[in-house]
Structures are given as C-alpha cells and as structure tokens.
C-alpha cells in the first residue's frame, strides 16, 4: 500500500525528540581555550557558566567576538561535544569535538541555506554538478591552546562503518535506522515515530574519535538539515543535534539536542 506520510520541519521534529539526550556536564565552566586552525585562523572560547559561553575568531588583523548559548556533554572522559550558534547577518551553528587528551579539536560550521538556494530544484543541481542538499557544511582541524603544526594529529574520516545497519531510539516514540553505503552516502529510514515510513538516502561525513566512537554528520536535501551525532558502539548510544529552520521558510532557527539509545543490526 502506498504511504501518504509527508516530511514534516524541523520544529515539528523536535517534540519529544530529545528524550534520550545525555545529561549535560559542567566541566567546562570557567575554562578559556585558543583553537588554532590548519589555516591559520586562531578561535577563543571562554565558558562563563553552563549555559553561557563567549566566542571569538581571529584572522587577517580582524576579530569578531559573540556571546553564545550553548550545550555541552562528555560522550568520554576528557571528550566533549560543544554545540551553539552564532548570529552575525547569516545564522550558522558551530559544533566543537574537544579532544582534550590529545590537544585537538574538530570543528564544524554548519549553514543553511538562504530562500533562493532553498528553491532551485534538484535536477538543476545535478546539472552544474553541484551538492543536491542546499545545507553546507565546513570542517577544520584544530590544536588546542598551541599552534597547529604538521605534527599536530587529527580525527580521521573513517569506512569503518561503511556496510552497517544501526537502529536508534531517541525516544519512546521515535524510532530510525541508519544505513551506512559508502565514503559519502548513507540512508535512513523512520521505523516509529512522527516520520513513520518516510525514508531518504543523503549525504554524510565520518570521523574516527576513539575505539568504537565515532563523528557522524549528514546533511539532508528535502528539508534542509543537517544532523551531528557521536555514536559511541560500546556504550550503543549517541548524544548530538539536529538543525535546521524551524518551519518550512527561512527565518526562525531550530538546534535541538538529540540522544538515543542504540542497536546494531
């Protein structure tokens, strides 16, 4: 029988969906760090309480300083997941992977697309040869409070879960299963929940943070979204964040954090 399910935005998503989410941690509090990119541009990042931090970014002689509200949670010791956004003409969300121990960061910047980006139809994409999701998304490598040199390490994009089917209950009514195809595509598909039936095949991006934990980040096409998780397959649970515009225009912003509890198929 066909299913007459639609998408629904990312606002509507969000109810309910962050029953599972990790406790937050407040380790972080009132601890400054200088990042330090591959490129050169140095960030800054004081956290003044468990909500509040305070964000800078420094490159060619200019900065730019923002006051954030942000979530942060430690998936393992001496690893956090810091997550905010930053308001300045464009809203964009930053996501930091701190890797203490080793003295590295992972960065992403994730932007959603302005109206008329939004509008121009897939086939059109495929065409120029463009992405056919509207989202971008922008990772840096970072060294944390020394400059990054050439032997600074980094988390490496991984295949290692390239060919695996996991389900994922983030909530005692939401239920997906991520299916891993390759380097840069994967699939999901709504078991239970709101988008019950609804399935898509998009883009994705992996890391390798520690044995068995791993950066997961896709970006989907029909509503403009993109989706971070840190899939820890010893514990089977993820901790993360879904954003994306709150309704189906432009304008106001939904980041909400996410978690779930995890199966391996």
């Known amino acids: 029988m066909e299913s007459n399910q639609e998408f ?4 509507e998503l969000s109810v309910g969906f962050s029953e599972n989410i990790m406790k937050p941690t407040d380790n972080l509090v009132g601890k400054h760090l200088n990042l ?3 490129e050169g541009t140095e960030y800054g990042v004081t956290f003044v309480d468990v909500e509040t931090l305070k964000w800078s970014e420094y490159k060619n002689g200019e900065a730019k300083k923002f006051i954030c509200q942000y979530t942060a949670v430690m998936p393992r010791n001496n690893l956090y997941l810091v997550d905010f956004i930053v308001s300045y003409g464009d809203t964009f969300s930053i ?3 701190l890797d203490i121990e080793k003295n590295i960061a992972t960065k992403l910047k994730a932007d ?7 509008s121009v139809p897939m086939l059109h994409r495929a065409e120029r040869g463009e992405s056919l999701t509207s989202v ?8 944390i409070d020394q400059p990054f040199t050439s032997k600074t390490p980094t988390h490496q994009q991984t295949t290692e879960l390239i060919g695996e089917t996991i389900e994922f209950d983030y909530s005692h009514k939401d239920k997906y299963e991520h299916i891993y195809l390759n380097e840069n595509r994967f699939t999901w ?3 239970e929940g709101s988008e019950k039936g609804l399935a898509d095949t998009d883009q994705c991006y992996y890391y390798k943070l520690a044995d068995q934990l791993y950066l997961f980040v896709w970006l989907e096409k029909v509503i403009p979204t993109v ?3 840190v899939e820890d397959l010893s514990a089977l649970r993820s901790y993360g964040k879904i954003f994306g515009y709150e309704g189906f225009q432009t304008g106001r912003v939904s980041n909400f954090p996410v978690g779930s509890y995890a199966r391996i198929r």
């Open 95 to 97: 996501s930091l992977i």
């Open 8 to 11: 629904i935005s990312v606002g």
């Open 189 to 191: 598909h709504c078991l």
């Open 227 to 229: 989706g971070l998780v």
């Open 36 to 38: 330090y990119s591959e």
């Open 112 to 118: 959603l697309p302005a109206s008329e980006n939004i």
């Open 136 to 143: 971008k998304a922008v990772f840096e490598h970072l060294s």
